[in-house]
């Protein structure tokens, strides 16, 4: 690491008066960890690391090989202003990349598996930009602390009472506009206690960092006030659910290469080769962007959640939109913008098998089908295969089943962390189907 990195961190770490550092990464579910350390450990461990034991990381190391070591990115510096207290000592954290003790890169960290696509796109002399779209529930609890999940239909934008989910909203926003995370905006979605924050378009790796930071600060925050944010996609049956939309574009010598004034579309030949591959290859990939039993739940016809693998303009029930941007401002926002994914995704492999897949589709050149401008829902089958289009997953095992027989996810995640991603996957399915619901318990207990 540079030196003049870590001297900057060490000037801020001081000027901010931190006594504890936060080493944060993710384990491959998502889910943030962290090693905490004093402050004045922090100029050992920018040179050296600090160790962990991976074996009790999800996904990570079996307990023989499981010695690795956190190298904090400077660039991610940031105070936690939800922790910051002078008295008590400030905090700060630092997301870290995950090496293994030959000081090789640990091929089953999340970040590191981004940032190896990253690689892949910058030796074609591409940068991946992305913008992620984080949907979310914010429940109060009662007076014992016990969540009260409850919504209903309102519509969308639905915030001219400023109740006091609106009031965490506006103070997750600052929170992180403190950490230097810039918002684009901030609304009201479909169901009632269902919201919205948009991260700015910005490259991958950064836009990846600062989605766990917001589900991070969204937690915290939403907890200080007695509720309690949740990014399951679907808590309600008859409701939409929380998606995470992403925008995405493809940069080369500071342009925008998805953009060509001379199509119909806006788009140039890279986009609808980028567009094809990640039309045909979706299946293979949705156990990752979509990872959870939960997750098809929302991912079902007439929720506004797509199911159809095909790309339109302003068709909401298609897959991949070109979204219309201002006059003037083409060259620089013109983006695809993918609906299936879900928010309780790990930001740092959905953002790499996506790539991946439009790598795929540039690299062989593919062809983009016709848009398809039509209501989706109202197709049927014969209707579907007319115009060559093919369903997501229907559910986590049948994505499993996807992932298990494809090359993709395997390419990218690598032999042993994609067997241990299929098995923990596996387990939560054959949880799921040994579990007895309420639903029949309603269904079923009166039957003689």
């Known amino acids: 690491m540079p030196k003049d990195n870590i001297k900057e961190v060490l000037e801020r770490v001081k000027k901010d008066k931190v006594s504890f550092v936060d080493l944060q990464f993710t384990d491959f579910l998502g889910n943030i960890k962290s090693s905490t350390i004093p402050a004045y450990n922090l100029p050992d461990a920018m040179v050296r690391g600090v160790?962990?034991?991976?074996?009790?990381?999800?996904?990570?190391?079996?307990?023989?090989?499981?010695?690795?070591?956190?190298?904090?990115?400077?660039?991610?510096y940031a105070l936690m202003p939800w922790r910051n207290n002078v008295e008590t000592g400030r905090v700060a954290r630092v997301i870290c990349d995950v090496y293994k003790p030959n000081h090789e890169p640990f091929d089953g960290d999340p970040r590191q598996i981004l940032k190896k696509v990253l690689m892949e796109a910058k030796q074609l002399g591409f940068e991946f930009y992305t913008g992620p779209e984080c949907e979310f529930f914010l429940f109060p609890k009662d007076a014992s602390g016990c969540i009260l999940p409850q919504s209903k239909?309102?519509?969308?934008?639905?915030?001219?009472?400023?109740?006091?989910t609106y009031l965490i909203k506006r103070e997750i926003m600052e929170a992180i506009a403190q950490m230097g995370i810039i918002t684009e905006s901030?609304?009201?979605?479909?169901?009632?206690?269902?919201?919205?924050?948009?991260?700015?378009?910005?490259?991958?790796?950064?836009?990846?960092?600062?989605?766990?930071?917001?589900?991070?600060?969204?937690?915290?925050i939403a907890f200080k006030h007695n509720f309690h944010a949740?990014?399951?996609?679907?808590?309600?049956?008859g409701i939409n659910g929380s998606g995470m939309h992403i925008h995405q574009s493809m940069w080369k010598g500071g342009r925008n290469a998805f953009y060509d004034k001379a199509d119909k579309y806006g788009l140039s030949k890279i986009a609808y080769q980028y567009l094809a591959g990640q039309l045909k290859h979706v299946r293979e990939i949705?156990?990752?962007?979509?990872?959870?039993?939960?997750?098809?739940?929302?991912?079902?016809?007439?929720?506004?959640?797509?199911?159809?693998?095909?790309?339109?303009?302003?068709?909401?029930?298609?897959?991949?939109?070109?979204?219309?941007?201002?006059?003037?401002?083409?060259e620089k926002a013109?983006?695809?913008?993918?609906r299936s994914p879900d928010p309780a995704s790990n930001p740092y492999l959905t953002f790499a098998v996506l790539l991946k897949i439009g790598l795929e589709g540039i690299k062989k050149a593919m062809k983009a089908p016709e848009p398809v401008e039509?209501?989706?829902?109202?197709f049927d089958d014969a209707r579907l295969a007319k115009h060559y289009i093919t369903k997501l997953p229907a559910s986590l095992k049948e994505a499993i089943d996807e992932i298990e027989k494809g090359r993709i996810v395997r390419d990218i995640f690598g032999d042993y962390t994609w067997s241990r991603y299929l098995e923990a996957k596996k387990a939560e399915w054959d949880?799921?189907?040994?579990?007895?619901?309420?639903?029949e318990m309603a269904k079923y207990l009166e039957i003689t």
């Open 51 to 76: 160790w962990i034991d991976g074996s009790s990381i999800e996904g990570y190391a079996r307990i023989h090989e499981s010695d690795m070591y956190l190298m904090p990115d400077p660039d991610t």
């Open 153 to 164: 239909g309102n519509g969308y934008y639905f915030d001219l009472i400023m109740d006091e």
């Open 186 to 220: 901030s609304t009201h979605e479909v169901a009632d206690n269902q919201h919205e924050i948009d991260i700015r378009y910005d490259k991958a790796l950064r836009t990846a960092d600062n989605t766990i930071t917001l589900k991070m600060a969204t937690k915290f």
């Open 230 to 237: 949740t990014f399951m996609p679907k808590p309600f049956f």
């Open 286 to 330: 949705s156990g990752v962007f979509a990872p959870t039993v939960n997750s098809y739940k929302r991912l079902t016809p007439g929720y506004e959640a797509p199911v159809y693998a095909c790309w339109a303009r302003i068709n909401r029930s298609a897959l991949i939109r070109v979204p219309k941007v201002s006059k003037g401002t083409e």
């Open 334 to 338: 013109t983006r695809l913008e993918i």
């Open 374 to 378: 039509e209501n989706l829902f109202e």
């Open 431 to 439: 949880d799921f189907r040994i579990h007895v619901t309420d639903w």
